[in-house]
């Protein structure tokens, strides 16, 4: 971030709430996609029902959306079908994907990825520039936490930023660190290509599957 972006913000540390609202609130949000990644709607209709109209009958994961932000990818499922809660602890972020969300509403939640006890079982954790929000210091606990909410055989699916950039947010990562942190208690089980990334994130998104042990 340039001297002169960073001088528009006051808060600097994004491991607090108010960092992020007040970038919401400034209406600077280059990570936002403004509706949903192909890759995403690739996979979510690869699973079986997923694009089965709501009110079928169910065969698909519940969905958690950490760090949601505007939550356009909460009401791509929601309209699909899939039960599923977002969750952020940015007042405005919430207050932005209610907006988004319409008569979805109700399935965002103002709070701490790191505390806060999920509505249902989770069978599918959705990432999408949460990893990368993080300061770097918290990515063993966003490990452990993500063993903690999926039983075996759950999915953490999603996009990573994968490139070298050790300034953020974002914060980059690389695919051995991401090995380091998560093979304990998850499998590498698929990858697929991103061809509609935000240009902050041209080139270096890559979908990752990662089943739990
Ligand atoms: C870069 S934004 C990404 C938003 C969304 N995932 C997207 O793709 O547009 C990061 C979001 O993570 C949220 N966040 C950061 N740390 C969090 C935490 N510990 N618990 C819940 N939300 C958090 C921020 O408030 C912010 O809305």
């Given at each position: 971030m340039s001297d002169k972006l960073r001088d528009q913000f006051d808060i600097h540390d994004p491991s607090r709430p108010d960092f992020w609202s007040e970038r919401f609130d400034k209406g600077y949000t280059p990570w936002d996609h403004q509706g949903v990644p192909g890759v995403f709607v690739e996979f979510a209709t690869a699973i079986?029902?997923?694009?089965?109209?709501?009110?079928?009958?169910v065969s698909r994961p519940s969905v958690l959306i950490p760090g949601c932000g505007r939550a356009h990818e909460a009401r791509w499922l929601a309209d699909h079908g899939f039960a599923v809660e977002a969750v952020d602890f940015s007042r405005a972020a919430v207050a932005a994907a209610r907006d988004q969300l319409g008569p979805h509403a109700h399935i965002v939640r103002e709070a701490d990825f790191f505390d806060f006890a999920p509505a249902r079982p989770v069978g599918w954790v959705y990432e999408r520039t949460f990893f990368c929000a993080l300061p770097p210091a918290r990515r063993a606990d966003y490990a452990a936490r993500m063993a903690e909410l999926l039983p075996p055989g759950g999915l953490l699916a999603g996009l990573f930023f994968v490139t070298e950039k050790p300034v953020g947010p974002p914060f980059g990562t690389s695919l051995d660190e991401l090995h380091r942190l998560l093979d304990a208690d998850f499998e590498l089980v698929g990858e697929r290509p991103v061809e509609d990334s935000m240009p902050i994130f041209k080139g270096v998104e890559r979908w990752l599957e990662w089943r739990r042990r």
């Amino acid at each position: 971030m340039s001297d002169k972006l960073r001088d528009q913000f006051d808060i600097h540390d994004p491991s607090r709430p108010d960092f992020w609202s007040e970038r919401f609130d400034k209406g600077y949000t280059p990570w936002d996609h403004q509706g949903v990644p192909g890759v995403f709607v690739e996979f979510a209709t690869a699973i079986e029902g997923g694009d089965a109209p709501a009110g079928s009958p169910v065969s698909r994961p519940s969905v958690l959306i950490p760090g949601c932000g505007r939550a356009h990818e909460a009401r791509w499922l929601a309209d699909h079908g899939f039960a599923v809660e977002a969750v952020d602890f940015s007042r405005a972020a919430v207050a932005a994907a209610r907006d988004q969300l319409g008569p979805h509403a109700h399935i965002v939640r103002e709070a701490d990825f790191f505390d806060f006890a999920p509505a249902r079982p989770v069978g599918w954790v959705y990432e999408r520039t949460f990893f990368c929000a993080l300061p770097p210091a918290r990515r063993a606990d966003y490990a452990a936490r993500m063993a903690e909410l999926l039983p075996p055989g759950g999915l953490l699916a999603g996009l990573f930023f994968v490139t070298e950039k050790p300034v953020g947010p974002p914060f980059g990562t690389s695919l051995d660190e991401l090995h380091r942190l998560l093979d304990a208690d998850f499998e590498l089980v698929g990858e697929r290509p991103v061809e509609d990334s935000m240009p902050i994130f041209k080139g270096v998104e890559r979908w990752l599957e990662w089943r739990r042990r």
